[in-house]
């Protein structure tokens, strides 16, 4: 040991650090050791560097920060020695990694250290390099890396060839500098060279194609000869493991003759025979063997097609199957799945195997056999597999129950013969794993009910035996509750039996006590209650008899925690007690959904992205009796005509407007994709909360939040444009509700009176038409803005159904009044004013800015204007 | 993850844990930042630790492959990507154990734990870049000891100067 160091030694350190029996007392003893080596470190003594960090190095591992210990890396980096340098060079690999900015400082003393004369340092460099270097340093000592390729001692060679495959990773554009010197690698006899240098091939192969080209070309047949000698080769104790000389070398030769022979059929014409060869007479009673036999199969499978060969191959991953080793097992699952691709038939005949392994006790070869069933599955099978799996589903671990659901819903769904059968298997699945099924598979399930009108009693009564076994099936509960909701008069009456059905006898006060099970129970969420509130509302009007009583069930919640779940209550007592004449049209069932538009929903709901936001508008505008996506409308009997422009941009709402009520839980899946709270925004202004003009409100807040949407398809937008503008007058249904939310006072936007004020702008001009914005702001609340806009017309002609949107950025909230008239005639006879109420939360950080879109049809023909107002004055 | 998914990428990181779940060695060849480190240490450890004896040695995780094997005490890890050959992995590990073993002579925890840096530095002589750079344990120990021993000799001569400056200043 050193005299002059001070502290304690390595050892000693990990000594004390064991003989800690607490974690506390851990911290402590690290914490002083740390603090020793900072102080040491700031002393710049070079005596104890090696050892503070190989201290260091033992913290880190323990999971305490080191990062005060980097520089120290690079000093001992940077010292003569070769012991400073070894641990240096382990320390940087270990405390930095390749996005930290210290390590740059590192690339000057690795070119030194790459040109150092022991071969040794120079290995250190290289091992380094290759572990831990970045694009910058990749391009900064490629060359150097290059040259010691060629180096003449074989401990370099190898290394250089694993550092190079490092650097070609991290920058492509490198890959044709390194391809004779890799070619050359392929000549070698030392194992360890010839290893790294396959690899490397390989590797420039998948990276570039002329690189691919080069190797076919110069290489095929001597990597072919190679593999022969060494699958040939005699006993070689050196590299023998399991009776196979050298399985790694065979592995990286196979994988290199792989990328070869892909796309390219003379290349693997070649490579045939050895092949065969390798498939044949590879030992396969251990891990060794199989693992070549493994690489073979994959490299048969990849290859251009030489049917003898997969024959071989798929039988041995048959072989592979039936093996007791869960390993072997699970690779070969692995496989097969490939396999299916070229070789439907020949899986399939092991499907009785796999459907054992999804039963496995072994979580990974279940999660496997799983995903190889779902893709067994075809029209012919699907009854049999289905059933086999919700068998085992009943008696599955819990925690697999959820992949297992999934993927039963995913094959039902997909492949389902009929819809009796489906709605069967699903509520099978429901019962059995209900509380995994997720949002979007239960929202399907009650799509398709609501599409199978002859099974409605059928689904309802076999949903209402079944929610009074599972009712802690929280989706099983919801669906059950919306179809009780709907159908309630077919539970009770055993209208519409079909053939196999057993009758039932329910009462409509059994039918309540479901749904009150629902609402009372303390574990339901959300959204169940929410649905189970809308369900009682409807089965008010199914069910006269007993509407006191369900009244009382939903005055209860009146006192709910819930917010939303209180104001519905409210509402549809009110409904119920007050308004009998409308009840039963206000609650009507719903009008069938619409399966292609839940589809594309569906599907565009996971990613987020606005092309597939926009189809669902596509397919909507027009070709449909009623407008399905808008049941709420309808539920409240508006005429269709008057929102005929909502539903083609409401797609977003199109779950919430099915449950009627967002609780914001329920619209977590749809992500970005969804305008939050439209839905209660929906509703808010179907009851006409403070303003004259429902119908056109209703509408212009859904344009406005989806605008977005309609963006990204114009002739979409055209279409809202052209259906018929809403009168503004109050229909006779809206006024009718006026007084619905007693006690809840209509809070409208008041002209400002006085305030700042501010310079009128010019917002937009064009050829045809000029808009103009005057603001002012109410007192007392300097964050909203009133805006007045005037737009004149300066064409010659008169512009009709003339419509203005606006959309805004997330910080502001934007509020549009009805606009004046739908009808703009020239300019001098008149114009439309619009007043806007714009709340910038950001206000005195951000400015206001705004999009708008105006249509309109001029002689005829739909006329569309765009433009973005970012002219605000300052301060609004 | 942040980490590229590149065509090829080898074994991504190599992880050693007792049974206890103490961290006896970690090697990174794909870009963790630190933090990502000991998340990914904590979840790993959790999900293998737990695994019951008789299972296949493979572990999916995080859209990657964690083939490990339990030699007394210890686990060893390798991250690989779904492509890769999980069985070779396998003998990967089972080389570099009987390296170690070789290295130390019956090799057992507390020789890791007190010797952790030889442990490194006979896994540098193995992988490289997450790749298998030797095949033959014999060349791995012959280059080891090479290096051992330019230490043992620059330690030599580091302590003969001291006991000369020692003298020279007694």
């Not at chain 1, 929610?467 to 509960?477: D, K, R």
């Not at chain 1, 739908?822 to 006879?829: A, D, F």
Request: glycine share 4%.
């Amino acid at each position: 040991m050193n005299p002059f160091s001070s502290g304690t030694r390595l050892r000693d350190m990990i000594r004390a650090i064991r003989a800690c029996k607490t974690a506390a007392e851990e911290r402590a003893v690290v914490r002083k050791e740390c603090a020793d080596i900072r102080a040491l470190i700031n002393e710049d003594d070079p005596h104890d560097r090696h050892r503070n960090l190989a201290k260091l190095m033992f913290i880190h591992m323990l999971g305490y920060p080191t990062h005060f210990g980097q520089m120290e890396c690079l000093k001992l980096i940077a010292s003569p020695g070769f012991p400073e340098k070894r641990i240096g060079y382990l320390g940087l690999m270990l405390l930095l990694d390749e996005r930290q900015e210290v390590l740059m400082l590192v690339t000057n003393s690795l070119k030194q250290d790459l040109n150092h004369s022991n071969q040794y340092v120079v290995g250190l460099a290289l091992c380094a390099l290759g572990n831990i270097c970045s694009a910058e340093m990749a391009r900064d000592l490629a060359p150097e890396v290059e040259r010691l390729i060629q180096f003449r001692d074989p401990n370099i060679r190898k290394k250089a060839a694993l550092c190079s495959t490092r650097i070609v990773r991290k920058v492509p554009d490198l890959a044709e500098n390194f391809v004779n010197a890799a070619a050359s690698l392929l000549k070698e006899k030392h194992h360890g060279v010839l290893i790294t240098g396959v690899q490397l091939c390989y590797e420039l192969c998948l990276i570039n194609d002329e690189a691919l080209e080069y190797f076919r070309k110069k290489c095929t047949e001597g990597v072919i000869k190679t593999l022969r000698d060494i699958t040939n080769s005699a006993y070689q104790p050196e590299y023998d493991v399991a009776g196979i000389t050298d399985p790694f070398l065979h592995i990286r030769l196979l994988r290199l003759l792989r990328v070869i022979g892909q796309g390219d059929a003379d290349a693997s014409d070649l490579m045939t025979d050895i092949l065969a060869q390798v498939a044949t007479k590879t030992e396969s009673n251990k891990n060794a063997g199989n693992a070549v036999l493994y690489e073979c199969v994959e490299t048969i499978m990849a290859i251009e097609d030489t049917s003898s060969l997969r024959v071989l191959a798929i039988n041995i991953l048959g072989r592979f199957l039936s093996n007791r080793d869960n390993n072997i097992r699970y690779v070969a699952l692995n496989m097969l799945m490939k396999a299916i691709t070229f070789d439907d038939q020949a899986v399939q005949r092991h499907r009785v195997t796999v459907l054992e392994c999804v039963k496995d006790p072994d979580a990974s070869i279940r999660k496997r056999a799983l995903e190889l069933v779902t893709l067994l599955v075809n029209e012919n099978n699907v009854t049999q597999l289905t059933k086999e799996l919700i068998d085992y589903l009943e008696i599955s671990d819990e925690d697999f129950k959820e992949d297992l659901s999934a993927k039963i819903c995913f094959i039902v769904e997909k492949f389902s013969p009929e819809k009796l059968w489906y709605i069967d298997q699903m509520l099978k699945v429901l019962c059995e794993a209900g509380k995994f099924v997720k949002d979007d598979v239960w929202h399907a399930l009650i799509v398709v009910i609501s599409n199978a009108s002859e099974l409605h009693g059928y689904t309802v009564r076999a949903l209402y035996r079944a929610v009074l076994t599972y009712s802690e099936q929280e989706t099983l509960v919801r669906v059950a509750v919306w179809c009780i909701g709907e159908y309630g008069d077919l539970l009770v009456n055993n209208v519409g039996m079909i053939g196999s059905e057993d009758p039932i006898t329910v009462t409509e006060s059994d039918a309540v006590d479901v749904i009150e099970d629902a609402i009372t129970r303390h574990n339901s969420d959300s959204t169940t209650k929410a649905m189970a509130l809308v369900a009682l509302l409807k089965l008010s009007s199914r069910f006269p008899s007993i509407s006191e009583r369900i009244k009382d069930i939903i005055v209860k919640q009146k006192g709910s925690l819930l917010l939303e779940m209180q104001q519905r209550a409210i509402e549809y007592n009110s409904i119920v007690d007050r308004h009998k004449n409308i009840r039963s049209s206000l609650v009507e069932r719903m009008p069938v959904l619409d399966e292609a538009t839940f589809n594309v929903r569906r599907a565009g709901s996971f990613p987020a992205s606005a092309s597939t936001v926009a189809k669902p508008s596509v397919s909507l505008p027009n070709g449909f009796e009623k407008p399905a996506v808008a049941p709420l409308l309808d539920l409240l009997d508006l005429d269709s005509d008057d929102i005929l422009a909502a539903p083609s941009s409401s797609g977003a709402d199109y779950l919430q407007d099915l449950l009627g009520v967002d609780l914001g839980s329920s619209s977590s899946q749809f992500g970005a994709t969804q305008a939050p709270k439209a839905g209660t925004d929906l509703l808010l202004d179907i009851l006409s909360i403070g303003t004259p003009s429902p119908a056109q409100n209703s509408i212009s807040s859904i344009d406005l939040l989806s605008t977005a949407d309609v963006n990204s398809n114009p002739s979409n937008a055209l279409d809202t444009l052209s259906s018929p503008v809403p009168p503004h007058t109050a229909t006779t249904a809206s006024t009718g509700m006026f007084d619905l939310l007693d006690g809840l006072s209509p809070s409208p936007s008041k002209e400002a009176t006085n305030g700042p004020a501010y310079p009128s702008i010019v917002a937009y001009e064009s050829s045809s038409l000029k808009i103009e914005f005057t603001f002012s702001k109410p007192p007392g609340n300097p964050q909203t803005t009133n805006v007045q806009a005037t737009f004149i017309n300066l064409s010659p002609n008169t512009f009709t159904d003339f419509i203005f949107q606006a959309a805004v950025p997330k910080f502001l909230q934007l509020h549009l009044d009805p606009a004046s008239s739908n009808t703009l005639p020239v300019s001098g006879n008149g114009a439309i004013t619009q007043n806007l109420s714009v709340t910038n939360s950001q206000h005195g950080k951000k400015s206001l800015v705004m999009r708008m879109r105006i249509g309109y049809k001029l002689n005829g023909k739909d006329v569309l204007e765009e433009g973005q107002v970012s002219n605000f004055p300052c301060g609004l | 993850m942040t980490c590229l998914i590149m065509l090829a990428s080898g074994i991504h990181f190599v992880l050693l844990v007792s049974r206890q779940g103490k961290v006896r060695l970690t090697k990174w060849y794909s870009p963790y930042a630190q933090k990502e480190r000991s998340k990914v240490i904590r979840e790993l450890s959790g999900v293998i630790l737990n695994r019951g004896p008789k299972l296949c040695n493979f572990v999916e995780w995080r859209g990657y492959k964690v083939v490990y094997k339990r030699y007394a005490s210890l686990y060893f890890c390798m991250c690989i990507d779904q492509e890769d050959n999980e069985l070779e992995v396998l003998e990967i590990i089972h080389h570099y154990v009987e390296i170690l073993d070789r290295y130390f002579g019956s090799v057992c925890e507390l020789d890791l734990i007190f010797n952790f840096h030889k442990a490194y530095y006979i896994l540098d002589e193995l992988l490289i870049a997450g790749e298998l750079q030797e095949s033959s344990k014999k060349t791995v120990a012959r280059i080891i000891s090479a290096q051992d021993q330019l230490v043992e000799v620059a330690k030599e001569e580091a302590s003969s100067i001291s006991n000369i400056i020692a003298q020279a200043t007694k």
